[in-house]
Nanobody, 126 residues
Framework: QVQLQESGGGFSQAGGSLRLSCATS????????VGWFRQAPGKERDLIAA????????YLQDSVKGRFTISRDRAKSTVYLQMNSLQPEDTAIYYC???????????????????WGQGTQVTVSS
């Protein structure tokens, strides 16, 4: 059974940093992607970063390029989202998700992901 465990959310002042972790287990295929989505109140759930495990390719939404990085620790089966220079507009619930055999064109589609973490709140004050 695939399980995702998120951690690392919390509070930050503007300009600060947080690191989110998504520990995965039970994934039996090598072709999958781990995505980080965020959802602010009243807004849609948007992909902000993704890591394609089978190719090591990464994706970052334009709004976070230069501030966020996504990486993976293969031994720990954990994907990290390092968030620097946080801004109040980064405030949201952040979710990690796993998409099995995810094709590139579906990377940003939440419905293409098979498993979701419980979400972790990130709050950035000005």
């Amino acid at each position: 059974q695939v399980q995702l465990q998120e951690s690392g959310g919390g509070f930050s002042q503007a300009g600060g940093s947080l690191r989110l972790s998504c520990a995965t287990s039970g994934i039996s295929v090598s072709n999958y992607a781990v995505g980080w989505f965020r959802q602010a109140p009243g807004k849609e759930r948007d992909l902000i970063a993704a890591y394609r495990v089978n190719g090591g390719n990464t994706y970052l939404q334009d709004s976070v390029k230069g501030r966020f990085t996504i990486s993976r620790d293969r031994a720990k089966s954990t994907v990290y989202l390092q968030m620097n220079s946080l801004q109040p507009e980064d405030t949201a619930i952040y979710y990690c998700a796993v998409g099995l055999r995810l094709i590139l064109s579906s990377l940003s589609n939440p419905r293409a992901y098979n498993y979701w973490g419980q979400g972790t709140q990130v709050t950035v004050s000005s």
